[in-house]
């Protein structure tokens, strides 16, 4: 099916590090919104943004809707052992309800 | 409120056999979708029901169906087993009209294993 190109995969980092992950695609999206998936439980919602060119931050987390309307970012600032998982970004044309979702990047933390 | 509720969490069931999830969306809410989580294919939409009507389909067999109730509590349910079917069945529930909810909230997920 249709997905995103979500990079990196994978991030091993060391504890305090700053964080970057990225989303693009082909296709213009009304609505991009960043997922957190910790093992054995479903995506909780991280931050959702809705205007091309949008930057909202909650926390330490700050994600920015692409100007194009088809990338999206993910910032994580003075990362935390807490958050580990793995992290999703999901698009939504407008009008629709369906999520398209990327691939994920599962971050890991060294203490 | 409550959270999104998906029963039974994990189930075991072999090939040929047919299995149905459980859904309770978060009260009031009136949308409820189901996403299939693999790690070979990530998630994958596979319905959406609203006031009991399934207004989107994704790209799977018709032996993937599903039904929503008048309370909006919805089922999902798979026919004929097959192996690649193991996965983590999501549902997430949708607060549609709310201003600034219209965003998915999911459960933590059935995962089914296949044998």
């Known amino acids: 099916g249709q997905q995103l190109n979500q990079s990196p995969q994978s991030m091993f980092i060391q504890e305090g590090e700053d964080v970057s992950m990225n989303c693009t695609s082909s296709?213009?999206?009304?609505?991009w919104l960043w997922y957190k998936q910790d093992p054995g439980e479903g995506p909780v919602l991280l931050i959702a943004?809705?205007?091309?060119?949008e930057l909202t931050s909650n926390g330490r987390l700050t994600a920015q809707f692409g100007t194009t309307r088809k990338d999206s970012f993910l910032n994580i600032s003075a990362s935390i052992p807490s958050d580990v998982g793995i992290y999703f970004c999901?698009?939504?044309?407008?009008?629709?309800?369906?999520?398209?979702f990327g691939q994920g990047t599962r971050l890991t933390i060294n203490p | 409120k409550a959270g999104v509720t998906q029963t039974p969490r994990y189930l075991i069931k072999t090939r040929g056999q047919q299995v149905t999830l459980s859904c309770s969306p978060i009260?009031?809410?009136?949308?409820v979708s189901w996403y299939q989580q693999t790690p070979g294919q990530g998630l994958q939409f596979l319905f959406e029901?609203?006031?009991?009507?399934?207004?989107n389909k994704g790209n799977f067999p018709g032996r993937f169906s599903g039904r929503q109730f008048s309370n909006s509590r919805s089922e999902m349910n798979v026919s004929t087993l097959e192996l690649g079917d193991s996965a983590l069945y999501l549902c997430?529930?949708?607060?549609?009209?709310?201003?600034?909810?219209?965003?998915?909230?999911f459960g933590a997920g059935s995962r089914l294993t296949v044998l």
């Open positions: 999901a698009g939504r044309f407008q009008g629709a309800q369906k999520l398209v």
């Open positions: 296709s213009i999206f009304n609505t």
């Open positions: 943004l809705y205007k091309a060119g």
């Open positions: 009260s009031g809410h009136r949308s």
């Open positions: 029901y609203f006031s009991e009507t399934q207004r």
């Open positions: 997430a529930s949708n607060g549609q009209g709310y201003s600034g909810a219209n965003v998915l909230t």
